[in-house]
């Protein structure tokens, strides 16, 4: 905690949160008595240093079986090719791509498509900026005429009960909405298993051409066999991430180049075109509220007994 000390920040942080005054004033002068308050100025003393020129910092994925496993976003699909070769020299893989009809439409299941996107409770939704930021992608995406694959298997899944709230306030659940990505529930989904089954034709033609496909998610776990049985390769990814690739649809596609989808007028979009600037996402997490919170959890240990 000395290298984290408490300050004014995590006590408007604890407001934000609802905790009462009674509590912020006593974190306030716990943290000063026992000396982990920080003042102005306070440095920690390290007996080395490291420099980290942010400029080098790229957008990543984890993955396809690992989640220590960091991928560029740009070096996906060569991750997901060497992934595949490894099925392919033993015997495993199947034809290129196989036709399928679901919900009134016909298209090309390919090895590669990405089967589930999900933005789930986990490691990579704790932050209200990244959710404002998928879902301000969502709300770029809609108006640009872009919409989700027909074969991604799409939820939204936060851990707290305030994020669809926040969403509302902002105007951008409706986007979400659009795209697939309506709300599920709370807590773990997709990251312990709890996808669901995927639709019958598209389960039948991944077991008919041994098709390697993807599920992206924001979570932290992403082995083999994990999320679905069916699904080989596992991404972790920021929850505007998991957006793209559903409407992307595929891993073999470089979504630093490669566009998402076609707009209104059949121009290519690509991911620059509808990524938020940090502008946006910060205007939009000042709809994060301490009356959100108050609302939600006010009666959290209301019940039975059991409860």
């Given at each position: 905690?000395?290298?984290?000390?408490?300050?004014?920040?995590?006590?408007?942080?604890?407001?934000?949160?609802?905790?009462?005054?009674?509590?912020?004033?006593?974190?306030?002068?716990?943290?000063?008595?026992?000396?982990?308050?920080?003042?102005?100025?306070?440095?920690?003393?390290?007996?080395?240093?490291?420099?980290?020129?942010?400029g080098t910092v790229e957008t990543s994925l984890a993955g396809?079986?690992?989640?220590?496993?960091?991928?560029?976003?740009?070096?996906?699909?060569?991750?997901?090719?060497?992934?595949?070769?490894?099925?392919?020299?033993?015997?495993?893989?199947?034809?290129?791509?196989?036709?399928?009809?679901?919900?009134?439409?016909?298209?090309?299941?390919?090895?590669?498509?990405?089967?589930?996107?999900?933005?789930?409770?986990?490691?990579?939704?704790?932050?209200?900026?990244?959710?404002?930021?998928?879902?301000?992608?969502?709300?770029?995406?809609?108006?640009?005429?872009?919409?989700?694959?027909?074969?991604?298997?799409?939820?939204?899944?936060?851990?707290?009960?305030?994020?669809?709230?926040?969403?509302?306030?902002?105007?951008?659940?409706?986007?979400?909405?659009?795209?697939?990505?309506?709300?599920?529930?709370?807590?773990?989904?997709?990251?312990?298993?709890?996808?669901?089954?995927?639709?019958?034709p598209i389960e039948q033609a991944i077991k008919a051409a041994?098709?390697?496909?993807?599920?992206?998610?924001?979570?932290?776990?992403?082995?083999?066999?994990?999320?679905?049985?069916?699904?080989?390769?596992?991404?972790?990814?920021?929850?505007?991430?998991?957006?793209?690739?559903?409407?992307?649809?595929?891993?073999?596609l470089d979504l630093t180049r490669d566009p998402l989808g076609?707009?209104?007028?059949?121009?290519?979009?690509?991911?620059?075109?509808?990524?938020?600037?940090?502008?946006?996402?910060?205007?939009?997490?000042?709809?994060?509220?301490?009356?959100?919170?108050?609302?939600?959890?006010?009666?959290?240990?209301?019940?039975?007994?059991?409860?």
């Amino acid at each position: 905690m000395r290298f984290f000390p408490i300050d004014d920040v995590t006590l408007a942080y604890l407001g934000l949160t609802n905790r009462s005054d009674e509590q912020i004033a006593l974190v306030e002068a716990y943290s000063k008595a026992q000396g982990l308050w920080r003042h102005p100025g306070d440095e920690p003393r390290f007996t080395s240093q490291l420099a980290l020129d942010m400029g080098t910092v790229e957008t990543s994925l984890a993955g396809p079986k690992r989640p220590q496993d960091r991928v560029a976003l740009a070096q996906v699909p060569a991750a997901f090719t060497a992934s595949r070769e490894l099925d392919v020299s033993s015997g495993k893989a199947g034809a290129d791509a196989v036709d399928v009809t679901w919900s009134g439409e016909t298209f090309s299941l390919r090895q590669g498509a990405v089967v589930i996107a999900a933005i789930t409770s986990c490691t990579n939704t704790s932050n209200p900026s990244v959710l404002m930021a998928a879902g301000l992608l969502a709300k770029h995406a809609v108006e640009r005429g872009l919409r989700r694959k027909p074969w991604v298997k799409t939820s939204l899944a936060p851990g707290s009960k305030v994020v669809p709230n926040y969403f509302a306030k902002a105007g951008l659940m409706p986007y979400l909405d659009a795209l697939g990505f309506q709300l599920v529930g709370y807590g773990c989904t997709t990251c312990i298993g709890n996808s669901g089954p995927l639709p019958e034709p598209i389960e039948q033609a991944i077991k008919a051409a041994d098709l390697t496909v993807g599920a992206v998610l924001s979570g932290n776990r992403n082995f083999e066999g994990r999320i679905h049985l069916l699904v080989k390769t596992n991404w972790l990814a920021s929850p505007p991430l998991v957006v793209a690739y559903a409407l992307a649809g595929n891993m073999t596609l470089d979504l630093t180049r490669d566009p998402l989808g076609e707009g209104h007028n059949g121009e290519p979009v690509f991911l620059k075109d509808i990524w938020p600037s940090a502008k946006d996402v910060s205007d939009a997490v000042q709809h994060v509220s301490v009356d959100l919170f108050h609302k939600e959890y006010a009666a959290v240990f209301e019940g039975t007994p059991e409860w």
